[in-house]
C-alpha cells in the first residue's frame, strides 16, 4: 500500500487547514487510515484514525472538538479536516494504514512520507 499526503501548509492560530491523504495498492481500501504527527523533538503522537467501512473512527483527546476524520472509499483517500488550530499542533503529519483503526503506531504497516503543518501564534 502506498500513502501520499497533501495539504499541509504554514497558518496563523485559530485558522483551518485539510489534510488529504491517497492510498493506493493492493486491498488499499480495505485497511483503517490514521493520522499521527511528530514535532520536533517529540516522539511520533496519535491523532486520528477510521476503520475501512468509516463506522469505527477515534481522537486524540488533544484534538478531539477540533479535527475530524473521514474517507471516501470510492476514491480511496482519508482526509484530516483541522480547525482552530493551535502553535502545538505545529509537527510533521503522517497517514498510515493498518489491517485496525488503533491509537498505535507501532501497529501501522504502512506509512506516508508526511507533510508539515506550521501553526504561528
Known amino acids: 500500500v502506498q500513502l501520499v499526503e497533501s495539504g499541509g501548509g504554514s497558518v496563523q492560530a485559530g485558522d483551518s487547514l485539510r489534510l488529504s491523504c491517497a492510498a493506493s495498492?493492493?486491498?488499499?481500501?480495505?485497511?483503517?487510515l490514521g493520522w499521527f504527527r511528530q514535532a520536533p523533538g517529540k516522539e511520533r503522537e496519535f491523532v486520528a484514525t477510521?476503520?475501512?467501512?468509516?463506522?469505527?473512527?477515534y481522537y486524540a483527546d488533544s484534538v478531539k472538538g477540533r479535527f475530524t476524520i473521514s474517507r471516501d472509499m470510492g476514491k480511496n483517500t482519508v482526509s484530516l479536516q483541522m480547525n482552530d488550530l493551535k502553535p502545538g499542533d505545529t509537527a510533521i503529519y503522517y497517514c498510515?494504514?493498518?489491517?485496525?483503526?488503533?491509537?498505535?503506531?507501532?501497529?501501522?504497516?504502512?506509512w506516508g512520507q508526511g507533510t508539515q503543518v506550521t501553526v504561528s501564534s
Open positions: 498510515a494504514a493498518a489491517s485496525q483503526p488503533v491509537r498505535i503506531a507501532a501497529d501501522y504497516d504502512f
Open positions: 495498492g493492493h486491498s488499499a481500501n480495505t485497511y483503517a
Open positions: 477510521i476503520s475501512w467501512t468509516g463506522g469505527r473512527i
